[in-house]
T-cell receptor, first 120, second 111 residues
Framework: GAVVSQHPSRVICKSGTSVKIECRSL??????MFWYRQFPKQSLMLMAT?????????EQGVEKDKFLINHASLTLSTLTVTSAHPEDSSFYIC????????????????FGPGTRLTVL | TQLLEQSPQFLSIQEGENLTVYCNSS?????LQWYRQEPGEGPVLLVT?????EVKKLKRLTFQFGDARKDSSLHITAAQPGDTGLYLC???????????FGSGTRLSIRP
């Protein structure tokens, strides 16, 4: 149980285009999902907290107009990279916290397999 | 600046040796989690520790949360090639479910 999927697993796009990445919790509902970015040889950096039915909360330094997050249902959050540029090339990973409440730091996050974005 | 610093950054040892990875911060966390990540995949949770001084064992892995809940360590006994991967600590807060990842330790076990 507690499986999170991401689609697509890999995407290559041209500079200036927009790319949408989906994150789905397959066998549980999640009010809260998270989006991370990971550059080669580095750790995961939290980009934003995705809240079902409300606006996402972005971490400092993350442009909310460039990384659009929509959490329209309890099983799906999407991240759209708008006007992508080569520096946006990265491994994007989502996670989901089971449950319908806000949760705490001891809650288990279940991670998706990641999406490799390459912007040419 | 990384809120959670891990050391060492890289470690390559022979199969059968023991090793310890450290995770340090100046901040207090309500919980500390350890993950292992394979290339091209998402991280997989190994353990969560929540009480200062807590020690948890998972087969050959021993995890400890510092008394002040600012640091943690992961000790692996008799390392095996299957232990190879990126080890990440992550600190959690009581007020929200978000966690902050450490800088990571890349471990390579030579047969």
């Amino acid at each position: 149980g507690a499986v999170v999927s991401q689609h697509p697993s890999r995407v290559i796009c041209k500079s200036g285009t927009s790319v949408k990445i989906e994150c789905r919790s397959l066998d549980f509902q999640a009010t809260t999902m998270f989006w991370y970015r990971q550059f080669p040889k580095q750790s995961l950096m939290l980009m934003a907290t995705s809240n079902e039915g409300s606006k996402a909360t972005y971490e400092q330094g993350v442009e909310k107009d460039k990384f659009l997050i929509n959490h329209a249902s309890l099983t799906l959050s999407t991240l759209t990279v708008t006007s992508a540029h080569p520096e946006d090339s990265s491994f994007y990973i989502c996670s989901a916290v089971p449950g319908l409440a806000g949760g705490t730091g001891t809650d288990t996050q279940y991670f998706g397999p990641g999406t490799r974005l390459t912007v040419l | 600046t990384q809120l959670l610093e891990q050391s060492p950054q890289f470690l390559s040892i022979q199969e059968g040796e023991n090793l310890t990875v450290y995770c340090n911060s100046s901040s207090v966390f309500s919980s500390l989690q350890w993950y292992r990540q394979e290339p091209g995949e998402g991280p997989v949770l190994l353990v969560t520790v929540v009480t200062g001084g807590e020690v948890k064992k998972l087969k050959r892995l021993t995890f400890q949360f510092g008394d002040a809940r600012k640091d943690s360590s992961l000790h692996i006994t008799a390392a095996q090639p299957g232990d190879t991967g990126l080890y990440l600590c992550a600190g959690g807060y009581s007020s929200a479910s978000k966690i902050i990842f450490g800088s990571g330790t890349r471990l390579s076990i030579r047969p």
